[in-house]
């Protein structure tokens, strides 16, 4: 579904990504793991269209055609069904919780799907349910990771893009959501790309797992292999 | 109540409601983009001179007037934008700032130059010079016309912000634009809507300005700009209800100082609500209902 | 192309050589044109030059400069203004002051003395505000000044203004002022005061954590600029005879930014360049002006010219940056 080819960006004067190489199949959870600063965010950020494109290949394969992304604005890109989930979840505190999942929806006008959207959500996660007239900012670190899901969920995403869904959340709490999410890819079939600093937790779910570092891509195997892999073990698995 | 007080109070409320009106503008638009936007008062320059033209062509039926003045400022707002601001979105602060100056010194000097610098008088049809009794005192029926047009204004536009998509996407624009974005909100669009409906509050304020005062100048807009951002602050910067609540504390202080006051002290008035406008960023800069800004680095 | 680099030294020497020819060239030439005109560009020069030092060494956006000028004008005036007819045309002056008579460069200096105290005491309040807080705060400062101005028309004749004000200052003395306010403000700027007030300005946060005292250089800029100010204030009305509460508003502020912002928010050598082409350039609009009878085309320009300016080179022509001198 995502191909991404020889891919350059640079930020400023720096050259952040030095020609990458990733595929993600329709279906699949794939992650993308590494030390801070390998440039990981930075992709995400271009895959939603936030940043530009120095050079290589950036497509999306919706199904009903392929998608240039590197020519594509962003909110175009989230039309078409890439949804960012930011780093650090960053829902707006100061909106009520419902009004953080209507906006998830902003782009949709068919607001009927959108409402059954948003109540089945509040069956998954009751707590919002209930929450659902407070404000945002009220909610603890696990209930905030929720939102931002849902979130990105009410605009029922092709390829759901996750920046670090456990930074900052307590190791249960992180549990719980990776279930989630492994529950969300195998009943509704959504794609998955997950950047993810616990790499443990992030290869044992993964189908495919893609190591960055300095902007490049040293590694990549199912997310099984890179487990047993003892150079992956030592770099990102030693220590806690 | 004395009809002194009571023609006082009319007279709060229609100069309270004068500077809401504006401060509404300026409080979207720094909510929004975080940039105080100097040309503001002068929409309502722009307004007000919509106004005298229109009512000088003599073509225009009265009803339709408000309608056309609200159109034009909308209008007017949203040019200000494309011309102005878009170029300079993402620039430090001071940029900015110096941009809106600029735009505001240069509209200021452009009606000088259309317009001519010389007051223009014109008058309201006998309707709104009507004035009648009201317990006793005798007060202008624009004084009252006016707080509850902007009453309703007001009333309006807080539930298109509360309740319409459009308004809470202005709302998450104002607390995390990065993050709007990942919702697919388009940033630019929503910048050009706030200073487009500002731009169209703003020249209603000039509209009434125009029949309360009869009098009209090009460089009308600018004090009456500063004071409502006055208002802005008191009511906290970036807070809807915090505008309207500002506007009608400073236009209730303003003539409270001059109606009740030795008449010798009615020069100082400008220094007066200046002064309040030093005291109240030294003393308390996120106004009633703002939140305190972050310190800056 | 080498670009010429002095020494700091020599500068300073061909600026007073400069200033000197130019003066002595212009009292010479004994045009009343001419030399009113240079002396408005020296003193424009003086004041980008202390703002330079007040909004681009610290990083402040002080709009204040007119009211302190405001300020510094009418406590001079109280002492040049002949003795005769001070009773007459200040009569709620009080006596001990309607009795003494100053020269202009005393009388000047008083000015500048009481603006800076009223630097002081104002910038105490506001220099820690922020940005867009400290520059309409400082807008607010000039209403409040010249509201008071228009109001205490026992001492200040109000709306009327002050006329037949003795034209005391010649170009001589207003060149000397010049170089003298140049070399304050280099020197400040180079020594290590003036490294700690920019270490300030590029991040205020981790030059506290430093050590330095943020606050006291912020108010100590302030205070200079406004002392300035009150001098070059107290100056003007000697040159053109005249001075009323609305001579230095909102349009002279402009002005100031607008050459401020042209030379470089930092650089003494952009300001004074920024300062004389400015005033140049704005003085021949204002000759087309009156020939047309077309008024405020100069403003649209300078305006609309510093919106482009900001587009293409935000941080000035020369940034922080002294051109042609070698400043290591």
Redesign the interface.
Known sequence: MLRVEDLHVTRGHTKVLQGIDLTVQAGEIATLIGANGAGKTTTLMTLSGLLPVASGLLELDTGHGTIDIKRTKAVDLVRAGIVHCPEGRQIFGRLSIEENLYLGAYLSDDRTRVAKAISDLYEQFPILGERRAMKAGNLSGGEQMMLAIGRALVAEPKLLLLDEPSLGLAPQITEEIFAFLEELNREKDVTMLIVEQNAMLALELADRAFVMENGRIVLNGTGKELLDDPAVFEAYLGVG | MSDYLIQQIVNGLSLGSLYALVAIGFSLIYGVIRLVNFAHGDLMMIGAYMTFGLVASGVVPWVALPLLVVAGGFAAGGLIERVAFRSITGAPMITGFIVTLSASIAIQNLALIFLGSQPRNFNFPEVFRMRLSLGGADVALIDLVIPVVTLLCALALTTFIRKTRVGIAIRAVAENPFAAQLMGISIGRLVFLVFAVGGALAALAGLFWSGKYGQINPLMGFLPGLKAFLATIIGGVGSLPGAIVGGYILGFSEIAFVGFLPSEYSGYRDAFVFGLLILILLVRPQGLFGESEQERA | MKTMELSPVRAFILLVVAVGGLVLAVDGSGNGYYQTFTALTLINVMLAVSLTMTNGFTGM?SLGHPAFMTMGAYVALLFTYPVGRKGFAMPALPDIIAQVHLPLPLAALVGGVIAALAGWLIGR??VH?????L???T???I??VQ??A??LDGITRGGRGITGVPREATLSMIGICTVLVIILCWRIKHASLGRAMLAVRE????ARCFGIDAFRLKLLAFVLGAGIAGFCGALLPHVVSVMSPKSFG??LA?NL??II?VGG?GSIVGAILAAVFISVGSESLRRVEETTG???????I???A??SF??VR?KGLFGLKEPFIRTS
């Open positions: 956006f309040l506001m505000l922020q940005t867009h807080y520059a309409v705060a807008l607010g400062l209403i409040v509201t008071f228009l109001n991040n205020e946060m981790a909102l349009i402009f930014i607008a912002v928010q077309v008024y405020g085309v100069t403003q649209v300078v305006a609309v510093l919106i900001l587009l935000p």
